[in-house]
């Protein structure tokens, strides 16, 4: 399983901020994607990323994660 998360933070320019979303081109489903939200958190407890915010749909699963790199 991919690290969405950890991808998008490489793409990242400090001070940066992006949406974290399921890309369906490469298998991504909002099931698959709630990993992507422990991968996040993980990088925000090494202090590289911030959580701004956690977008989720009416069942409670997240469809999207804003995030802003720090380092």
């Known amino acids: 399983m991919r ?3 950890k991808e998008v933070y490489g793409k990242m320019k ?3 901020a992006a949406w974290i979303r399921p890309v ?3 298998g991504d489903t909002i099931a698959s ?13 090494e ?9 989720r749909q009416e069942d409670g699963l997240i469809e999207a994660i804003r995030i802003q790199r720090l380092a």
């Not at 992507?36 to 993980?42: E, S, T």
């Open 3 to 5: 690290d969405i998360a």
């Open 24 to 26: 369906s081109a490469k």
């Open 47 to 55: 202090g590289l990323i911030q959580i701004v915010k956690v977008q």
């Open 33 to 45: 994607f709630q990993s992507a939200h422990d991968g996040a958190k993980q990088l925000a407890e």
């Open 14 to 16: 400090i001070g940066a």
